[in-house]
């Protein structure tokens, strides 16, 4: 079945701990990125990446890093989370099919619920 | 700058009522695509439908149908026969080319449908 994967499904933890939010992809697509919900926001993208070893900043990357090591994962790092990082998070991936993303949908994992206390 | 304007925050109706969501984008793309995704209470995201800017035909998927006008700039959602388990946040969504290929989202619109 093709699915993306995030773990853990909810997080509590307090301020300054680091954290790492996985997220692991099984269809072979080569786009993968964050989003956060936040009420009255939607969804905001975190962070993206193209390829392996290709990543870049989306539109609130301030306390955020990723990697992108293999094609499958793409792992959010929180190195000192903040209660304002108290969040839905998505991580989503998407066929880049060398014409461009555009017309390919984006799958989505299941969300991660963090709360920073 | 591209953005998606969900202005309805919430709607309410009784089963069977229909209902439309309203979606307007902004973009200087020529190429762009246009989703909706819904996202009922258990939280996952569900993909709609997708539509790109040269498809302005209108589409209709059982109670579902969509209607895209690019000389308005908005593609909404109706439900026809509305059901309890209609009942879910409804995000639109743009995502064009000279913008990164970035999924950007609106805010989303809250339905309940009480039976």
């Known amino acids: 079945e093709a699915q993306v994967t995030q773990n853990p499904r909810y997080l509590i933890t307090v301020t300054g701990k680091k954290l790492t939010v996985t997220c692991s992809q099984n269809m072979n697509h080569e786009y993968m990125s964050w989003y956060r919900q936040d009420p009255g926001l939607g969804l905001r993208q975190i962070y993206y990446s193209m390829n392996v070893e290709v990543t870049d900043k989306g539109d609130v990357p301030e306390g955020y890093k990723v990697s992108r090591k293999e094609k499958r994962n793409f792992p959010l790092i929180l190195e000192s989370p903040s209660p304002n990082q108290t969040s839905l998070y998505f991580c989503?991936?998407?066929?880049?099919?060398?014409?461009?993303?555009?017309?390919?949908?984006?799958?989505f994992g299941q969300g991660t619920r963090l709360t920073v206390v | 700058a591209q953005k998606v304007t969900q202005a309805q925050t919430e709607i309410s109706v009784v089963e069977k009522e229909d209902v439309t969501l309203d979606c307007v984008y902004e973009t200087r793309d020529t190429t762009y695509y246009l989703f909706w995704y819904k996202q009922p209470p258990s939280g996952e995201l569900v993909f709609l439908i997708r539509?790109?800017?040269?498809?302005?035909q209108n589409e209709i998927s059982g109670r579902y149908s969509w209607n895209f006008q690019k000389s308005t700039s908005s593609f909404n959602f109706t439900i026809t026969a509305s059901q309890v388990v209609d009942s879910a946040v409804y995000f639109c969504a743009l995502r064009g080319r000279a913008y990164g290929n970035k999924l950007v989202f609106g805010a989303g619109t809250i339905l309940r449908v009480k039976s």
């Open positions: 989503a991936s998407s066929l880049y099919n060398g014409q461009g993303l555009g017309n390919t949908e984006a799958f």
């Open positions: 539509r790109n800017s040269f498809d302005e």
